[in-house]
């Protein structure tokens, strides 16, 4: 590894990014060929179904990817799928001499074939440039395509008295509009939205991300409703866009509620319940995994973050803090689960970051689990 690696490698993971929000379930990815210090061809992964980084990059080189060096921030495929051919066989065919790559891929599939087939095939090969930022770059595909499950973040904003809305249940608009435009790109990058069907009762969201956010993706909207209460009339239903909605009931759903949501094409999962008659947060996960979800944005309210928080469900927290005192004993706080009976046993935050937002302060981490 050299300083002309990582210079080039951190290149790669610009040029990645750009494939964010649409790529999933497959992973963002970008590479470079350079020769004699000059970058000869460049490309990156768009969506599902369209040519690899590699690919792109090779084609954008032509003539001139001979003997150069291809910076990839993950592994090379050596696997045909329906849609793309392998990658690894392209990079041999045009004799580049050196591949310099981010992470192994964890896709079982690949996972270090790539490596193997490059190296047969006389070519050098680095693995390891960046690694942190590359992970942290791809870790929902690396969550999904390792576990089947969805990588979870929880969203929330409060008072700076720990209140996310008042006794009464209004929570317009706690936090700043530069932080809600911050929550619509979160929305709009991420798969799926969820919220329970009391947020959806007394709000009546969207949940649809705006505010100069990718607005022509638009994530699936997935609702916690196990009795199957939700409003017909409520916006997350509304058909006049195309988009996605899901409510996960149990068995004590209303059935007449069930077939009417169905009737205006809403998708029904009918979830196990956990030790509180509810959809059991585990059971969902696993359904909404198989069906290629690979990122879910939880945006409440108290009594759903609080049951993901309970099931060790959530991979990553962004909390909202806002100049504003709420007060009041039935407000309502961010989590209502049984809690810690000492400080050792709460649960803590890594690899933290801390952004403002005009008088707002954003706390983004990792739970310890």
Known sequence: MSNEDIKFMKLVLALAKKGEGYTSPNPMVGALIVKNGQIVGRGYHAHPGAPHAEVCAIKDAGEKARHGTL????????????????????????????VVIGIKD???????????????????????????????????????ITTKLPFVTVKYAMSIDGKIATGTGDSKWISND????????????????????????????????????????????????????????????????PVPTIVAVTKKASKSNVEKLKRIGTEIICC??????????????????KKGIASILVEGGSRVISSFIEER???????????????????????????????KGAVSLKDIKVRRFKDDIMIEGYPNW
């Open 106 to 144: 964890p896709n079982p599939l690949v996972n270090g074939r790539g490596m193997r087939a490059l190296k047969k095939a006389g070519i050098q090969v680095v693995c390891g440039v960046m690694e942190k930022q590359a992970r942290e770059l791809n870790k929902v595909y690396i969550k999904h």
């Open 313 to 343: 469900a959530v991979d990553k927290i962004y909390a909202f803090i806002c100049p504003k005192i709420i007060g009041g004993k039935t407000a309502l706080v961010p989590f209502w689960n049984k809690g810690v009976s000492k400080i």
């Open 178 to 241: 530069k932080s809600r435009r911050f929550v619509h790109k979160l929305r709009s990058i991420s798969d799926a939205v969820l919220v329970g069907v009391n947020t959806v009762i007394k709000d009546n969201p969207r949940l649809t991300p705006r505010q100069g956010s990718i607005t022509d993706k638009i994530p699936i909207r997935i609702i916690l409703d196990s009795g199957a209460r939700i409003p017909m009339k409520s916006r997350v239903l509304d058909r006049s866009r």
């Open 272 to 289: 196990k319940t956990d030790k509180n008659k509810m959809v059991n947060i585990q059971d969902l996960l696993v359904r909404l995994g």
């Open 71 to 98: 910076y990839v921030n993950l592994e090379p495929c050596a696997h045909t799928n329906k849609k793309t051919p392998p990658c690894a066989p392209a990079i041999i065919k045009n004799k580049l001499s050196r």
